[in-house]
């Protein structure tokens, strides 16, 4: 299917969406982005790498402003083909798979480069494949790793569904195995054995015990959170274990790095004897920046309204960059991956308006 571009970004949504692309199969539509890129566009050198496309201008100009959506889904709940409703507090709506995470998003960025004419800054374009599974086959990963020219700009606008609010920076995510050691016994004669499970009392106990803390940064306010999300261990139902763990997942705010989130979690557990840990996973948060030139004029053509980002996004890659990282898009967080995916027409609007105020602004 081909895309116009220039049509209204509603109706570019909702090609987008037709057309399938979860996460790994995204080839299709990577071949029609950049065909519509190639021939819809001036000013942009186009160039593929994989299933992600790419486009910059490179007129001159003292900055520059990257646009960066993907293209993947994660798989369908029976919510394709889309659909156009009326919803009675938003007027009319666009439902189906991807409608909020993110191609209404991506459906925006393509739109302003077909239409937008005396754009202030020079503007990079990324649209990316595998967002949605593991981060080693992300494609903006792959970007930073072996084209990392391709991330270099003043700002960066991520296309994350947010509501039409811009969510700056986002939190650092952790994932660390607490686990601890005893001794095996037969259950009938326990006081021979350790109960490793019954060790893990105290790191419970830190868990439930633990206050939040809350971080401002660039007027932003990041709560982080420290939770047990797995547990487990046992032999069997005779016997006393002599191993057992949980699994904690901590959202710090992004004035803390990763190791240094690491070693916060792991000093709570130092009381606990005969305990080791393990880091399952981890990435860093990404600053606001909201105090960079580029970065307050996008606040101030968003009417002033910014919060921080909870979660982690591939903002992250940006600032590990240096540069500025804000998520802004079109969609309900809290409708993303779910059967009931649904935007607002209006919300798509409202979007691609504030963008397009930004990027003809005077100010440049």
């Known amino acids: 299917m081909a895309l116009r571009l220039n049509s209204d970004p509603v109706d570019l949504t909702q090609a987008l969406v037709d057309m399938p692309s979860e996460s790994g199969q995204e080839a299709g539509l ?16 186009v160039v593929r790498r994989g299933n992600c496309v790419l486009a910059r201008t490179s007129a001159g100009r003292p900055r520059r402003v990257l646009l960066a959506g993907h293209l993947d889904t994660v798989p369908s709940a029976g919510n394709l083909p889309s659909r156009r409703f009326v ?6 709506a666009l439902a189906g798979l991807g409608t909020v995470d993110m191609k209404s998003g991506c459906a925006v960025f393509l739109h302003l480069a077909a239409t937008l004419a005396d754009v202030g800054p020079d503007v990079t374009l990324i649209f990316y494949d595998n967002e949605e599974v593991a981060s080693d086959r992300n494609g903006l990963g792959h970007l930073a790793r072996d084209a990392p020219q391709w991330l270099q700009a003043d700002v960066a ?5 947010t509501a039409g609010l811009i969510e700056a920076g986002c939190q650092g995510s952790l994932r660390l195995r607490v686990t601890t050691s005893g001794k095996r016994a037969h259950a009938a004669r326990s006081w021979l054995g350790d109960d490793a499970i019954h060790r893990l009392a105290p790191v419970l106990a830190t868990l439930s ?12 306010v990041y709560r982080e959170s420290l939770s047990a999300t797995r547990i487990g261990g046992g032999v069997a139902g005779n016997v006393i274990p002599d191993e057992a763990w949980v699994e904690v997942n901590y959202r710090f705010a992004p004035d803390r790095g990763q190791d240094e989130a690491v070693a916060y979690v792991q000093g709570l557990f130092e009381h606990v004897p005969q305990t080791r840990f393990e880091v399952v996973d981890a990435a860093p948060g990404a600053l606001p920046g909201l105090s960079h ?23 992250s890659r940006f600032a590990a960059f240096g540069v500025p990282a804000v998520n802004f898009g079109p969609g309900d967080p809290n409708l993303a991956h779910t059967k009931e ?12 308006d504030v963008l397009s105020r930004y990027l003809t602004a005077p100010s440049w």
């Open 30 to 45: 990577a071949d029609a982005v950049e065909a519509a890129l190639r021939e819809q566009t001036s000013g942009f050198e």
């Open 87 to 92: 919803d009675p507090e938003h007027g009319p």
């Open 157 to 161: 606008i991520l296309g994350e569904p």
């Open 209 to 220: 015990a633990h206050q939040a803390r809350e971080v401002r940064i660039d007027g932003c």
């Open 293 to 315: 030139p580029a970065a307050a004029e996008l606040v101030a053509a968003a009417a002033g309204r910014f919060r921080a980002k909870y979660g982690w996004t591939d903002v």
């Open 341 to 352: 995916e649904w935007v607002p027409e209006s919300q798509i609007h409202e979007v691609a």
